[in-house]
């Protein structure tokens, strides 16, 4: 129930809608993918070994029909990429359908039993302290499984994605792999990709956070000028995220996040972005007067410019066999759609509108020589506006090649059998089609044939040029979930100490026999080797992580000051740890698996190494990830692949372990 505080703000896996319900479907068939691509790869192999002809020959057979199979599933992922109905705005609108992107999908994830081996190892703290944590990072990944579709829902998967950075700098080190495999699957192709590897996940709530932008950004309604600027800051936002995620990890192992599917999606965030300017612009109402119509030529070519871009990057290789045929298609429909626009508009403004005496000649003169990259041979701006038959031979040369667009956005769209079942799509572009051809025919006259002109093209102009919006991560307030491990700059998993050593001693006449410096956690410093502290196995450079069981690794140096003095002249039980040699570390271990990938770039396997049969003796060295954070150069110095933002770190506090309302949903394919 809304409102009663059990699920996750932001989380609502409980709504059943036609989102909820696509999504479901994705899933389904991204198991039904999985299982065909296992039996062919199967049917690859025995194929590669079988030596009789008749054995050979059913391999075949049986193999073209797994082929046949994992097509016709493919295309039914393809289908549902393209089911822009279920993603759009519930106002009833005349508007051509936006392309949203579907959510990457995942398996569950066990965080429990690899942290808690790992506090008990690496921090020596008893692990069943952290259940409540470890239960609440579980909690989070799996309210990001069900997103909902408004700024909720983004903060969600960002808070998610930031947490991750934390986890990440205390669970994780740079020279050895955890034995957590994270599966997500390709939201373009369906194909699962697993890998031990946090940045996969990392990477994966970045896709979704960038597709939790474009349903935002198709929701919105775009008959009111305030739905429209949201809709233009949500693709924005998603281009800023894509872009981000392009930049950051790089060699990932799922297509959908390659550098040049990325790169593609990112164009077509903005074109949908430039689109909704031009809708912005011609909202109110398209006014039949000189300068609104030369505007709004201009913001259309600027649209069909945009998109004619967007199709020429989906055409290129390697993204082109991977980029599904309808988004192609929409591209190339809208090209010929907003070329034909301008075109139409231009033609409107040449053929209505007459200069008149008294009007302002220089400005209309200057608008129409900035219509064109150049004016068509013969012709100059003032004559033009001047000639009455100049004018309406020129504008019905714009009519020709706005009637010619239009035909073929029309064709286009029949040629593909999803856009033809697009019911809006098909009547918007009939509906422009047919305005252009009655327009042309109460001006056709019988010699056009002989005396038209080949209409130059409109130049491309906006008054709003659309950018992406990178993600600020540091204007969310994050808490480290596992903050009483200690301050993260000190306890950290790329860092590694002695256990904890109690120290019992006593203050002679006040007199400590040591000073402290640093800030939380502080370290004994010039301490006298007679004093007490000394004598009962101190250190100088000891970090104090408690005093007579009282957690003091949040704890300023004024504070521990305050809190030895108090005890007087009696007997002081304080526990420290000292910092190990950074160059004692693990081996190394790093394995990744990945299904159906054969054409890709990405299906290399590192080979896991056996721990009995490593030399001990032998210099490790450290292997990179298929996913690498940014371009860092010195690779060894870096102990965490996230910058972490500026947050609000409170000292950690009792809490109560909340309930675990996603138990209800164990399913592994379960997906909003």
Request: glycine letters at 4%; proline letters at 4%.
């Amino acid at each position: 129930k809304e409102g009663d505080g059990y699920f996750r703000k932001g989380c609502n896996p409980l709504a059943q809608t036609g989102r909820s319900k696509l999504q479901n479907q994705r899933a389904a068939l991204n198991q039904q993918i999985l299982k065909a691509v296992r039996l062919r790869t199967g049917a690859e192999n025995l194929l590669k070994v079988a030596t009789n002809q008749k054995v050979k020959e059913q391999v075949r057979l049986e193999l073209s029909f797994v082929n046949s199979d994992l097509q016709m599933l493919k295309e039914e992922l393809e289908g549902l990429n393209i089911s822009v109905g279920v993603y759009q705005s519930t106002e009833e609108a005349f508007t051509i359908p936006l392309i949203p992107l579907g959510l990457k999908e995942t398996k569950d994830v066990d965080f429990s039993i690899v942290l808690k081996d790992f506090i008990l190892e690496h921090y020596s703290e008893d692990s069943y302290l952290y259940e409540d944590e470890i239960a609440d990072l579980m909690d989070l990944r799996q309210a990001c499984r069900t997103p909902s579709r408004d700024e909720a829902g983004v903060e969600l998967l960002m808070t998610y994605f930031i947490q991750l950075g934390f986890v990440e700098s205390r669970f994780f080190p740079p020279t050895r792999q955890m034995g957590l495999l994270f599966t997500w699957y390709d939201s373009l192709t369906g194909v699962p990709v697993s890998q031990q590897n946090l940045q996969l996940e990392k990477a994966s709530i970045l896709f979704n956070v960038g597709a939790l932008y474009t349903q935002i950004g198709t929701r919105c309604n775009r008959q009111t000028q305030a739905g429209l600027e949201s809709a233009v800051d949500a693709f924005q936002r998603a281009a800023g995220v894509l872009n981000y995620l392009k930049e950051t990890f790089t060699h990932t192992p799922s297509y959908d996040m390659s550098p040049a599917m990325l790169s593609v999606l990112l164009k077509m965030m903005l074109a949908q972005a430039q689109e909704c300017v031009f809708e912005k612009t011609s909202l109110p109402g398209i006014r039949n007067e000189f300068f609104a119509l030369v505007k709004v030529a201009q913001e259309a070519a600027k649209v069909g410019e945009v998109y004619q871009q967007l199709h020429a990057a989906m055409s290129q290789a390697p993204v082109k066999e991977n980029v599904p045929y309808s988004w192609a298609s929409v591209a190339r429909v809208k090209a010929h759609h907003y070329g034909a626009l301008a075109h139409y508009f231009t033609a409107t403004l040449l053929m209505d509108h007459q200069l008149k005496p008294g009007a302002d000649e220089d400005h209309q003169e200057k608008c129409l020589s900035q219509l064109y990259h150049h004016m068509p041979e013969g012709l100059t701006p003032l004559a033009t506006l001047k000639n009455d038959q100049q004018r309406q031979q020129l504008g019905k040369s714009h009519l020709r090649r706005a009637i010619a667009l239009h035909e073929e956005s029309v064709r286009e769209a029949s040629l593909c059998r999803k856009l033809r079942n697009i019911e809006v799509l098909q009547q918007v572009l009939s509906a422009a089609h047919q305005r252009s051809r009655l327009k042309y025919a109460q001006h056709q006259e019988d010699d056009d044939i002989l005396t038209l002109i080949d209409a130059p093209d409109v130049l491309s102009k906006t008054e709003q040029e659309v950018e992406m919006i990178l993600p600020q991560f540091s204007k969310l307030t994050v808490t480290d979930f596992f903050q009483k491990l200690g301050p993260l700059s000190v306890f950290s998993a790329n860092k590694r100490w002695t256990p904890p050593r109690t120290i019992r001693f006593t203050a002679e006449e006040g007199d400590l026999g040591f000073t402290l410096r640093g800030n939380a956690p502080v370290q004994v410093h010039f301490l006298d080797p007679h004093c007490s502290a000394a004598l009962a196995g101190a250190k100088e450079g000891d970090y104090i992580v408690s005093i007579q069981v009282m957690d003091c690794k949040w704890l300023s140096v004024s504070e521990v000051m305050k809190l030895l003095k108090s005890f007087g002249e009696e007997e002081v039980e304080m526990k420290v740890v000292s910092l190990l040699d950074s160059t004692s570390s693990m081996h190394s271990k790093c394995a990744t698996y990945s299904v159906g990938m054969q054409k890709t770039y990405s299906m290399i396997c590192l080979a896991i190494e056996d721990d009995d049969k490593t030399d001990k003796t032998k210099k490790i060295s450290k292997k990179l990830s298929f996913l690498s954070w940014g371009t860092n150069k010195n690779r060894q110095k870096s102990a965490s692949t996230l910058c972490l933002p500026s947050v609000g770190v409170a000292r950690p506090q009792g809490k109560k372990k909340l309930p675990a309302p996603f138990s209800l949903l164990n399913s592994d394919s379960f997906l909003y």
